[in-house]
């Protein structure tokens, strides 16, 4: 069993930054690949960005590119992964989830690839 827990959330003014962060707990966590989503008010889940189990491969939403950057601790007593935001703009806003995928042959875009989840730390960017 994994659990994830995110933080790192809040309330910021568009331009600004904030970096997400998202702690695993279980021994296994550095074979797994994670991923971001992030879900808006009225709106489906959608994907952000995803890095495989060994940090050397990442993928991000078109919406975020150039903007958001995957990484995760080399140190795997840690078990973090992050994700930095850049030029956050009010269509930023939405609760953001960390997701963890046992299958380390991807880092996928997909939310039914992901076996665990955490609560999710809401975003909110104001105009």
Do not use: H
Not at 9 to 21: E, H, I, K, M, P
Not at 106 to 125: A, E, I, K, P
């Amino acid at each position: 069993q994994v659990q994830l827990v995110e933080s790192g959330g809040g309330l910021v003014q568009a331009g600004g930054s904030l970096r997400l962060s998202c702690v695993a707990s279980g021994r296994t966590f550095r074979t797994y690949a994670m991923g971001w989503f992030r879900q808006a008010p009225g709106k489906e889940r959608e994907f952000v960005a995803a890095i495989s189990w060994s940090g050397s491969s990442m993928n991000y939403a078109d919406s975020v590119k150039g903007r958001f950057t995957i990484s995760r601790s080399r140190d795997n007593a840690k078990n973090t992964v992050y994700l930095q935001m850049n030029s956050l703009e009010p269509e930023d806003t939405a609760v953001y989830y960390c997701a963890a995928d046992t299958d380390t042959s991807r880092w996928s875009s997909t939310s039914l690839s992901y076996d665990y989840w955490g609560q999710g730390t809401q975003v909110t960017v104001s105009s």
